[in-house]
């Protein structure tokens, strides 16, 4: 620390069972490798696997084919065509070609789009099952890429989550969460200014006429051109000046639709967004958000793919003359362009995983730097949304290891009576609360939605003492700016558990510490003796187990001064209220 207060009061006792991390990822060290299973879907009773969509799809292709083909031999379709040939007559032409910004982003949308997807399925596989409903009770799930949840043993979270391979996945080792995030996020922030920039140039250019539709004509002539294609006998068009139909139909949806759904379902899955918008929030439920975001992946997908094979099957020169080129003769310009793209994207795809593995820490410095302060945003607001008895969740799933110290089982062998609470640091009056004084303090009952990192979510009525009211009685000083949460567990790689909050946090509503679960005394499975709700944060930062409580200035010298044991050896950031 550089400033004057280089040694603090001296830290809680428990610091010392904190351990610094590394700062690259060591395999041998890491949670070990489990494969998934192929991915299923639930159909009525049934859990189908998703391998039979191939045949299914080359079969519907193979017979569209031949439908199309004698579709096209009976005259009033012909005449159909002939009225509607693909491109709409009244479309207005765009005569400003291929300008250098729509081929620069086009480029920059694919290559980060590349980096975003990858990361995305890596979050995936942290929980391999979606659902529509809120509280992820297991075997409700519609899609999984895991075995079904064991029932007869404990089975946390973090021992659902699989391993995807390293070329698909970034970094492409189970439960890597943490620098997953980054990349998407970091990913997202740099498609979202790219494509900021895409709406206002085509908004002040005429290229919108490409995207937007004009007029009616748009649907029959989507209707020709897919004739067409599936037919094998393409249209005659020229893209350079107008897209045609189906083209204009499917970049619009993509664009305008698919786009900003993705990012608005992305944010949806954030504590601190859902946990404000009350309502909105309700009825697009994590869950839901999750499932639609996972269709608007598999549009991408298969956007990409049939983009693609268009852009090589329908005159591959002519088509990356233009967008890589920006030129409209047909020589293999484009196509050079193209192939020295292609280079860079496969580099950088080939360089992800390993690289990331190597330089954990760096990756989550720079994403931290990027997107930190935009998640810090967010925690400003103190979250509002509660449910109602009914809503609580048949289920909800676990995660942590339990501590196993003589003293907690001392502690537990008489139901916590001999508990107390360590409050110190940068306060005022640093004390030791009894499990009685706790208990008798004001209690507060909030039923509300837990969002863990992985995925999963779950409703929950917790009864606890309002951290606000702690800190009214212990008074931290102007100097303290974090509260430090000690657990008696220890952490998946040992080492003591923590986490830090901000102190605005420990102000909010619905900032609680938690003695009771769904009307009854909290289990020791989820968390007693005292347990952290702060609704506006990922589950990881609501430590369970608490043992002591710490204000301080700064947390660079704890653990490994990230701020929170995942935050340390699992590169989570310590901000995570999305
Ligand atoms: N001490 C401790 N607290 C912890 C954890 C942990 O591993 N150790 N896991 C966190 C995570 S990742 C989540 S999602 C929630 C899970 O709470 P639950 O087990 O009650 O569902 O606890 C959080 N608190
Ligand atoms: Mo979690």
């Given at each position: 620390m550089t400033n004057s207060r280089e040694v603090q009061t001296p830290h809680d006792s428990l610091e010392m069972r904190l351990t610094t991390a590394d700062d690259r990822i060591r395999l041998s060290d890491w949670t070990p490798p489990q494969a998934g299973v192929v991915p299923r879907l639930h159909i009525g009773k049934r859990w189908v696997n998703v391998l039979w969509i191939i045949p299914i799809v080359t079969a519907i292709l193979i017979i569209g084919v031949a439908v199309c083909q004698g579709l096209r031999a009976i005259p009033a379709v012909q005449e159909f065509i002939a009225r509607y040939p693909g491109t709409p007559a009244s479309a207005p032409a765009v005569y400003s070609g291929f300008p250098w910004w729509l081929r620069l982003q086009h480029f920059f949308n694919l290559f980060f789009m590349v980096f975003i997807i990858r990361a995305g399925i890596q979050i995936l596989a942290d929980h391999p099952r979606l659902y529509w409903k809120r509280d992820c009770t297991p075997g409700t799930e519609w899609f999984r890429f895991q075995k079904e949840v064991p029932r007869n043993r404990i089975w946390t979270s973090k021992n659902?989550?699989?391993?995807?391979?390293?070329?698909?996945?970034?970094p492409g080792i189970r439960?890597?969460?943490?620098?997953?995030?980054w990349w998407h996020f970091s990913f997202n922030l740099l498609w979202v200014i790219n494509g900021t920039f895409f709406f206002i140039l085509l908004f002040t250019t005429d290229q919108w006429q490409r995207l937007v539709p004009t007029t009616w004509a748009v649907f029959?002539?989507?209707?020709?051109?897919?004739?067409q294609y599936w037919s094998l006998n393409f249209p005659v068009e020229h893209a350079w000046t107008r897209y045609n139909s189906l083209q204009q139909l499917t970049y619009f949806i993509t664009v305008f639709i698919a786009a900003p759904l993705a990012i608005i379902t992305g944010?949806?899955?954030g504590p601190a967004i859902a946990n404000k918008l009350g309502w909105f929030a309700k009825i697009l439920n994590r869950q839901a958000a999750r499932t639609i975001h996972f269709f608007l992946l598999c549009w991408f997908l298969l956007y990409i793919f049939t983009h693609v094979t268009l852009v090589f099957i329908t005159g591959m020169r002519q088509n990356l003359g233009y967008m890589f080129a920006g030129r409209d003769n047909n020589s293999w310009e484009g196509f050079i362009i193209f192939c020295a793209a292609m280079l860079l994207v496969i580099v950088t795809w080939v360089l992800a995983s390993p690289f990331t593995i190597k330089h954990a820490r760096l990756v989550q410095k720079v994403g931290h730097t990027m997107i930190g302060p935009i998640k810090g945003m967010a925690e400003w607001w103190s979250p509002g949304t509660e449910y109602s008895e009914k809503d609580?969740?048949?289920?909800?799933?676990?995660?942590?290891?339990?501590?196993?110290?003589?003293a907690f089982n001392a502690l537990m062998k008489d139901d916590f009576a001999n508990y107390s609470l360590r409050v110190s640091g940068l306060v005022e009056n640093p004390r030791e609360f009894s499990y009685v004084e706790i208990k008798v303090m004001p209690k507060q009952e909030q039923i509300t939605e837990h969002f863990c990192i992985q995925g999963w979510s779950g409703v929950a009525k917790w009864g606890g003492v309002p951290m606000r009211l702690i800190l009214d009685i212990v008074k931290p000083t102007s100097d303290a700016r974090y509260a430090v949460f000690y657990s008696f567990s220890e952490g998946s790689e040992g080492g003591g558990y923590y986490d830090v909050h901000k102190i605005e946090n420990m102000r909010h509503a619905l900032t609680i510490l938690a003695y009771e679960m769904n009307g009854a005394p909290i289990s020791v499975l989820y968390g007693a003796p005292l347990r952290l709700r702060c609704e506006?944060?990922?589950g990881f930062k609501m430590v369970k187990w608490i043992a002591a409580i710490e204000f301080v200035h700064d947390?660079?010298?704890l653990g490994a001064g990230e701020g929170g044991y995942n935050e340390d050896h699992e590169f989570y950031g310590y901000r995570m209220p999305i």
């Open positions: 659902d989550s699989v391993t995807i391979p390293k070329w698909l996945g970034i439960h890597s969460i943490g620098l997953a995030r029959p002539n989507a209707l020709s051109t897919t004739l944010l949806m899955q609580i969740s048949p289920y909800f799933w676990l995660n942590g290891r339990l501590p196993d110290s003589d506006n944060e990922l947390f660079a010298d």
